[in-house]
């Protein structure tokens, strides 16, 4: 009788030990989904900042090489830091 309570409890134990086990491994590939998601999201996130960057870089360079627009300083043109500087933009003649 007593041995069989024994064996019973030590059934217990084990049951609660690969339960534990278990829930651990559980909690580890929560963990993981979750890392990968947010690690998938945040790559998104750097790749579209970083295309964002690059065409912000780049835009200057493909609006100057248009003829039309050019860098233009106002007629009050001073070298003053809080200078304004605006595109000027000539149309054709061929314009609507």
């Known amino acids: 009788n007593i041995n069989n309570e024994y ?3 030590m059934k217990l134990k084990l049951l609660f030990k690969i339960v534990k086990v278990l829930l651990l491994l559980l ?3 929560l963990l ?3 890392y990968f998601y947010y690690y998938y999201y945040f790559y998104i996130i ?11 870089f780049l835009e200057p360079i493909f609006i100057c090489s248009i003829p039309r627009q050019r860098w233009t300083a106002p007629s009050n043109h001073t070298s ?3 200078q304004q500087w605006y595109y000027q933009v ?3 003649e061929t314009a609507p």
């Open 7 to 9: 064996y019973i409890k």
């Open 27 to 29: 909690l580890l590939l």
């Open 32 to 34: 993981l989904l979750l």
């Open 46 to 56: 750097i790749i579209r900042t970083l295309l964002l960057e690059l065409i912000i």
């Open 80 to 82: 003053k830091p809080n």
């Open 90 to 92: 000539t149309i054709p």
